[in-house]
């Protein structure tokens, strides 16, 4: 996944003259017993608390997340989950025939044709992906951009997928991964972007609309949407295609978030998954860094799990918290794939993790001092991975209630989960260590089909007779 473009400008360089053993050029602030640093030691261990959430306070946050579920379920004032009913059932397993999958929403759009066989079987008969935002070529993902330019982007796409063909009828299942209002399957309205998208004209459009007149602009009227899911969703409906007993589904990547499959067991509604947009949990251990971020995000205030814990944001996270540490104004523009590098290197003198800090901040640190900077992007997504746990395990109880725990498979699609070290980890651990004797019973899978695969289902899932 490639970086989006950084969320703050770089700070005016700083240098204040090497780190330990080298001290030409200091400035006095960073003396500290005598020995020239690059940074304060203090501080440093300082900002690292910033970022660590011991077990009881992870606790917390389950319980709290489980609470704020209620709810958000009950609508009540105060919630800060959406808890969106997604109209999508699980599918059966059965479901057959060719659909087309569009899968927006992240760094990249994709359509593919892709044949069901049933059985968890299928089958990708055509792919075409593209980024959103080509540097120096277009953005569409920018308030420059407007409704129209964007989904004609799209619609251009899926006509590569199906090579033009303006003669076979093809059902398309739309993985539109934002916060939507959904009256039914097919009915999605946009409430609000987040993952810094700022297209115009698309918040509360019914999203499906919009593709349709684009479509029909392209005289591509044999592509007929019938479906828009939540990749969360998405990830779910392929998870489950292929295993039963698979009642969550998350994405862990540019964005985080996840939905379950709610059986409303009082009977108050019909059973659907649903697209709990877990970002906006908001009752949560805010580091001031995590502060300084989201003030200058497009939207402050809003998405306070996800600017802890995503693609997005935690190379920003890393950098607001390094500014402060070295004293510099501003956040450093790390992306999460170099908060990666950073972590990664694991030769003595972290050579590799200077380079990448090296190059962002214009200072050079000793060897010892780079080890600390390391721990320090460790922490970040530490944290990370910790808090998602939370969210699950929260998720899992609330599912179990008063029954007995069940054998389960948790599926995760994302870039975060897959790529970046420690957080597969790190996430297990957490879960094991909240679950306590009921981890075992708990699976966490990999399904990174999902988002377009379960476009397909979904699409498949409104003809069932
Ligand atoms: C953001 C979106 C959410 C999506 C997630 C992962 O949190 O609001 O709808 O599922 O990113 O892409």
Redesign the pocket.
Known sequence: QAPLPPLTRSPSPVSNGGGWGEPIGASPQFFLGGVTMGFDREKFDEIKAAFTIDDDALRKIADDFRADMCAGLAGKEGATLRMLRSYAGLPSGKEHGSFLALDF??TNVRAQRILLKGSGEYEVLSRVAKPLTLPGVYDYVSADATAEELFDFLAAIIDEAIDGNRETKYLLGHTF???SQQTNLNNAKLIVW??EFATQGVEGKVVNDLLKEALARRGMTNVVPVAVI???VAVLLAAAYKHEHTYIGS?Y?????TCYYEDFADGSEPPTVI?M?S?GFGHLPFSKYDDILDQESEQPGA?RL?KMVSGRYLGTLYGAALADLLGADGVYPFSSIELSEIITDAHLDRHAAGAVIEAKTGMTFTAAERALLQELATAVIVRSARIVAATYVAIIQHRMGENEFENQFVAVDGSVYEKVPLVAHHLRGALDTLLLDEAVNVKIILENAGSALGAALAAAMTTRK
């Open positions: 929403g992240g991964s934002f916060p987040t993952k939540n990749d969360t994405i990547a540019t964005g985080q978030n697209n947009e970002g998405q996800e």
